[in-house]
């Protein structure tokens, strides 16, 4: 069976165009599925009746299932763990923040970067998600809590870079008017380093946000830490994002996690100073959740503000994000690491 929001809005209007429809019946579809979350072809009233009987032949429209619901203490971030149709499982957390209500989502089952801080990675990657399932995470949670989404970030478990064309198509529906209608601004998307997906997105020239996953300051520590700096060195990557500043006029944002004893010292910040001279960027710090199963731990209090405090002496943008829901495992792979665990 065929999940219609896996295709492009071009092929279910050249699918309805086969059944003998006029095109603007791609749009009244595409409002259902993509708008709305429709979960009943019942409820589509202004599609004629047996166009909907011929739909069903061969197409479904099953959501995610709920297989795990995790609420913060203080309640602002729920942790979900999703059921797919073929047995699999994947993790998004929805947040509320001051400026609106966040939905953090997966691009694949398990991922193959292999960064060394990560729960995703540990079991290797196990495939690629649609775009109908992403998109469908974006809309179990709205229906969920019953509140709108306005921000969507791709730093689930997965690479976004490394399913690029499922990952486009996801895109081109949360952002059209026929779908959830989130402008680019409020779209982040967070890449460990794939330097050729950077390039190819750049020439896009979307005005989203483009997250990287730093880490280090240096080829030597990054090619521990984030394993893909083993084929596209710092050497590499920095042009890369110069590349994309340039083509999108967009500030990337550096995502920096402080280990404790690893890349936290004061020599790792002034050396992080240097490689990102000149360059159109925000630094992210992140006081890393710990792990079970990777042995890091966080950078006290104390040492995060000295690093925070050289970046600002050398005039770069800095913030420390705050801390979301590490009482519920809101690190990506964690919660469907402990559930596979518990479950055999
Ligand atoms: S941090 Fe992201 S890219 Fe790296 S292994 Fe984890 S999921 Fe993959």
Known sequence: MINLKDFTLDQIKDLLDRLGEPPYRAIQLARWLFQRGCLSWDEMSDLPKDLRARLKEFTHLQGLTI???????????????FGLADGQAVESVFMRHLYGRSACISTQVGCRMGCRFCASTIGGLIRNLSPGEMYDQVLAMQSDVGERIS?????????????????MVFLEHLTAPYGLHIGYRHITLSTCGV???????????????????????????RNRLVPINRRHPLEELIPACQEYTKLTGRRITFEYALLSGVNDSSRCALQLTRLVRGLLCHINLIPANPVTGRDFSRTPPARVHRFKKILEKAGLSVTVRRELGSDIDAACGQLRRRVIALNG
């Open 151 to 167: 921000h969507v970030v791709l730093m689930g478990s997965g690479e976004p870079l490394d399913n690029f064309d499922h990952t």
């Open 195 to 221: 330097v050729p997906g950077i390039l190819k997105l750049a020439r896009r020239r979307l005005p989203l946000t483009l997250a990287v996953s730093l880490h280090a300051p240096n080829d030597e520590l």
């Open 67 to 81: 297989v795990q619901k995790r609420v913060s203490h203080r309640g602002d971030t729920i942790k979900y763990l």
